[in-house]
Antibody, heavy 119, light 106 residues
Framework: QLQLQESGPGLVQPSETLALTCTVS??????????WGWIRQPPGKGLEWIAN???????DYGPSLRSRVTLSVDTSKSQFSLKLRSVTAADTAMYYC???????????WGQGTLVTVSS | IQLTQSPSFLSASVGDRVTITCRAS??????LAWYQQRPGKAPKVLIY???TLQSGVPSRFSGSRSGTEFTLTISTLQPEDFATYYC?????????FGQGTRLEIK
């Protein structure tokens, strides 16, 4: 059974870089059918798509964070990662990783990790 | 592509039939999914392709499309259905979500 698990610091200082990793288990991260995505949700608000990465490293970005986001994938570890630079309090959110089936949906999600930006 | 959900908030009773609407700002064929998010939980896909039920999702959930208007219907509300629902277009990048519809117990 496919499972995704986010990991990373729960507290980040303003102006620093938020770094999260998603570990995939129960299925191969190497597939032409899927990409792997990050979605965030500020407290009490809706879902915002950040970006998706393919196992070969190609990336599709959401428009709002494109200039500050870096995604990477490590197929040997079945992991993909998110870095968000120059964070502010507005980046405080629950961050989810998820598997994206092309043209259908994010069919499997991690449980999410809350990241708070504060000094 | 902008997705506009209505209503933003809905109050209903167990046993009611409810409908949530999602309008796309341009044509997206049937490339739309619906998610349910319970408090403190990750979203869960209910429907994809506008009307295809995800495996394991109860049949009281259904989806339909008319042009650029999509609907999610819950035929007979159960206590566990009180949650927030999101539509999600997967037609083209950047993929996008609706703003959500919060369904609460009357």
């Amino acid at each position: 059974q496919l499972q995704l698990q986010e990991s990373g610091p729960g507290l980040v200082q303003p102006s620093e870089t938020l770094a999260l990793t998603c570990t995939v288990s129960g299925a191969s991260i190497v597939s032409r059918r899927y990409s792997w995505g990050w979605i965030r949700q500020p407290p009490g608000k809706g879902l915002e798509w950040i970006a998706n990465i393919y196992y070969k490293g190609d990336i599709d970005y959401g428009p709002s964070l494109r200039s500050r986001v870096t995604l990477s994938v490590d197929t040997s570890k079945s992991q993909f990662s998110l870095k968000l630079r120059s964070v502010t309090a507005a980046d405080t959110a629950m961050y989810y990783c998820a598997r994206y089936i092309f043209g259908t949906s994010f069919d499997t999600w991690g449980q999410g990790t809350l990241v708070t930006v504060s000094s | 592509i902008q997705l506009t959900q209505s209503p933003s908030f809905l109050s209903a009773s167990v046993g009611d039939r409810v409908t949530i609407t999602c309008r796309a700002s341009q044509g997206i064929s049937s490339d739309l999914a619906w998610y349910q998010q319970r408090p403190g939980k990750a979203p869960k896909v209910l429907i994809y392709g506008a009307s295809t039920l995800q495996s394991g999702v109860p049949s009281r959930f259904s989806g339909s499309r008319s042009g650029t208007e999509f609907t999610l219907t819950i035929s007979t509300l159960q206590p566990e259905d009180f949650a927030t629902y999101y539509c999600h277009q997967v037609k083209s990048y950047p993929i996008s979500f609706g703003q959500g519809t919060r369904l609460e117990i009357k």
